[in-house]
């Protein structure tokens, strides 16, 4: 009789808690979007939240939101006695990330991670294995701060499968670093070129358009019409 009495009494609170007695009327989002827009959240809104106040399903509420492109991490609590509050926290973009097989444009955030939105900002371009945004995004800022000396930004940066590094400069130039030596580190490799290169482009008085780094001790310079003469031959 008790095991009976306890059913019945959760059967009842069950069928209390579902009926349209503590509808949710309306959702707060606490955070302003920057990304997000109004439509996509209304979109979600409808979609997934199911039930009352009390019967609503958070964590399920909470996913659907986070599939939005731009939504890194959202959390959803109850406020009596109709509310639901949203707070969203955006994925903050600071480079494009191209998917090695595919070619697809990707973005990478703050944190280094890659995440699938659309963006028409001006970033630097990262390339590189599966798994290594945010190595590329700190290898980045270290090479962008050695080329600070040139007046030039870093554009792109690009690692292939056989860790070799190539370098793209907001003039055009691309600069080949290659692999990691263990008698001629890329860094010092770079800072070498940094200091050298004023000097060595008043003597050659031509743009460069690639700068092989790969050497120990010193490095070659191919001038851009000399690339365009080798292109026109393939």
């Given at each position: 009789?008790?095991?009976a ?9 069950v069928?209390?808690l ?32 199911r ?8 964590e ?6 986070e599939?939005l492109?731009?939504?890194r ?15 969203l926290?955006e994925?903050?973009?600071?480079a494009?990330?191209?998917v ?6 990707h ?8 995440f699938?939105?659309?963006s028409?900002?001006?970033m630097?371009s990262?390339?590189g ?7 590329l ?9 050695v ?37 001629a580190p890329?860094?010092?490799r ?14 050659i008085?031509v743009?460069?358009a690639?700068?092989?780094?790969r ?6 310079l191919?001038?851009v019409?000399?690339?365009?003469a080798?292109?026109?031959?393939q």
């Amino acid at each position: 009789m008790l095991f009976a009495a306890v059913a019945l009494g959760y059967a009842l609170v069950v069928w209390f808690l579902s009926r349209p007695l503590f509808p949710l009327r309306e959702v707060v989002v606490l955070t302003p979007p920057a990304q997000v827009t109004t439509a996509q959240l209304e979109y979600v809104a409808r979609r997934a939240i199911r039930g009352n106040f009390f019967s609503v399903d958070l964590e399920a509420v909470r996913e659907m939101f986070e599939k939005l492109p731009w939504v890194r991490r959202a959390e959803v609590r109850r406020r009596w006695p109709d509310v639901l509050e949203l707070r969203l926290e955006e994925h903050q973009a600071v480079a494009y990330w191209t998917v090695s097989d595919s070619g697809e444009t990707h973005l990478v955030n703050h944190q280094g991670e890659v995440f699938v939105a659309a963006s028409n900002a001006e970033m630097p371009s990262f390339s590189g294995p599966q798994g290594s945004a945010a190595y590329l995004q700190a290898k980045h800022r270290e090479f962008d701060a050695v080329l600070e000396p040139l007046g030039r930004k870093l554009v792109s940066l690009v690692l292939s499968a056989r860790e070799a590094w190539q370098l793209k400069l907001d003039d055009g130039m691309v600069i080949v670093l290659g692999r990691d030596q263990e008698k001629a580190p890329i860094s010092e490799r770079l800072v070498r070129f940094v200091r050298a290169w004023p000097q060595a482009s008043e003597r050659i008085g031509v743009q460069v358009a690639v700068a092989d780094l790969r050497y120990p001790s010193g490095f070659a310079l191919t001038p851009v019409g000399d690339v365009k003469a080798a292109k026109g031959k393939q």
